[in-house]
């Protein structure tokens, strides 16, 4: 009847669990997430039952909800195995996403069965009749969860794992989720962050607290390398390698950790050796391809290269990248690095139509909107010779308002493009507009209004740049 039904939409939604921790499938490429959480229960290094989870929830997405509660099985099976003294405390988010996935198959009965059974659990552990229980193990699934739906999630990931410990600061697990989340959010804030040295030291604590886990180990080393302490950087990619000389995870952090330091065949070789554990990887593919292009950085360097040498580095990178947008067609990054060596090897049709794939796909982060658009920008410039086009990518690129790498080399090549055009000679009302607009996001605003003049003395009735002045005028 609908009034059940409608009590057991509100049991379900007071459940904590996957489908109400609102993690969006926009916020993800599914067939991704589905593989590396596969690629993760496959090493079995980390505890499973948040894998399996997780994969459910991944399913249900996918509109597979047989795959779906096969996985909860295991979930439950694992429980059992590992943590018979535990099974109650164990088994809630399980049993949440069975009651989820039942109700959105349209049988109630066992939904309701799930909820009662999460209710005497919740007796059982606290004492009350309630749906939601404060346990640390859950805001720490809920963490892993959050990590892996992307940065947009980072920031909420760190406030569960603190929530964990704040009721457990000793436990290893929770101390390494915290770590990670950290270390992330400190990544994706583009060097911004003073809290370089905070993510060291937490690091640095959760390898004491987890010895066996590489991966913190391997972190904390680009950590203390970005601090220009390689040897101790070093050190802990040693040791690590000991430990676990095949795991994927540490390989590739490893990898980069030597790519940065300049040892690039040393990276490569870690790369290779990667990839014939998880040979389908699209992240060593990827790094394969990035490490092939310093590599080709540094043979250019030298001033008189070797054609024959330069031809092969362009055609690996141009093979490893290709591999990785069959794979992934959503990765727009890849799609811009291909492009940058389709350019370089003079394949300009190639480069052109791959530039336009890029462009189309829905879901590119805003940096990688801003770099696809230096990237295009530059090459205009540069391979097609059209000022005017590149001029107006960049400008694109510059007005995304987010911080970024790619924002910012919008900017200059931006303000060098201007700058010469101005001194040949070449300048009109829109070259003064921007430079203008330029000026006025570094803060010089003295100089944007006298770009901002120059423009309106070319075109006296340009309502852009008059109002843009008058703002100008009035925040001084």
Not at 110 to 138: D, F, R
Not at 187 to 199: D, P, T, V
Not at 377 to 404: M, N, P, T, V, W
Not at 458 to 476: F, G, I, K, V
Request: glycine share 4%; with cysteine.
């Amino acid at each position: 009847s609908t009034i059940s039904k409608n009590s057991l939409k509100k049991s379900l939604l007071q459940l904590e669990c996957h489908f109400t921790w609102t993690l969006l499938k926009e916020d993800v490429d599914l067939d991704n997430l589905e593989e590396s959480i596969i690629d993760l229960i496959g090493i079995g290094f980390y505890e499973n039952l948040t894998n399996y989870n997780l994969l459910s929830y991944v399913y249900h997405l996918k509109h597979l909800n047989k795959e779906a509660l096969e996985n909860l099985q295991k979930a439950e099976e694992f429980v059992q195995k590992c943590h018979p003294n535990e099974i109650d405390m164990k088994s809630l988010v399980t049993w949440g996403n069975y009651a989820w996935i039942y109700y959105h198959m349209h049988r109630y009965k066992e939904a309701q069965a799930y909820v009662s059974q999460v209710e005497n659990s919740c007796k059982k552990l606290s004492g009350t009749a309630q749906l939601k229980i404060q346990l640390p193990e859950i805001y720490a699934e809920q963490g892993w969860a959050l990590l892996k739906f992307g940065k947009k999630y980072y920031g909420r990931a760190k406030e569960c794992f603190e929530k964990a410990l704040s009721k457990e600061p000793n436990n290893p697990k929770f101390n390494a989720g915290y770590a990670i989340a950290v270390y992330r959010l400190e990544e994706h804030s583009n060097g911004k962050n003073e809290e370089a040295n905070s993510a060291v030291e937490i690091l640095k604590r959760a390898v004491e607290l987890n010895q066996m886990d590489t991966v913190l180990m391997a972190l904390l080393a680009l950590k203390l390398q970005q601090l220009h302490q390689d040897d101790e950087g070093e050190r802990y990619i040693e040791e690590a390698k000991k430990k676990t000389p095949k795991l994927p995870y540490f390989l590739r952090y490893a990898a980069i950790f030597y790519r940065r330091k300049g040892e690039v065949d040393k990276a490569l070789e870690i790369l290779r050796e990667a990839l014939t554990v998880t040979p389908k990887s699209t992240f060593l593919h990827h790094q394969i391809g990035v490490s092939n292009r310093a590599k080709l950085k540094q043979l250019e360097r030298t001033g008189n290269p070797p054609q024959d040498q330069v031809e092969k580095l362009i055609q690996e990178c141009i093979f490893h990248f290709k591999a990785v947008i069959d794979q992934k067609p959503k990765f727009c990054s890849a799609y811009t690095d291909l492009a940058v060596m389709y350019a370089k090897a003079k394949k300009y049709k190639e480069a052109e139509e791959t530039y336009q794939k890029a462009f189309q796909i829905k879901t590119p982060s805003n940096d990688e909107k801003q770099l696809l658009c230096y990237r295009y920008g530059y090459f205009h410039q540069y391979c097609k010779r059209s000022e005017s086009e590149a001029i107006r990518y960049y400008k694109e690129g510059l007005k995304i308002e987010e911080d970024s790498y790619g924002r910012c080399m919008c900017k200059t090549a931006l303000k060098k493009l201007l700058e010469e055009r101005i001194q040949k000679g070449l300048e009109d009302e829109a070259d003064f507009g921007t430079l203008g607009l330029i000026y006025q996001l570094d803060g010089n605003n003295h100089e944007a209004i006298e770009s901002y003049k120059k423009a309106i003395e070319r075109n006296p009735d340009n309502e852009e740049y008059l109002s843009a002045l008058c703002e100008l005028r009035l925040s001084l």
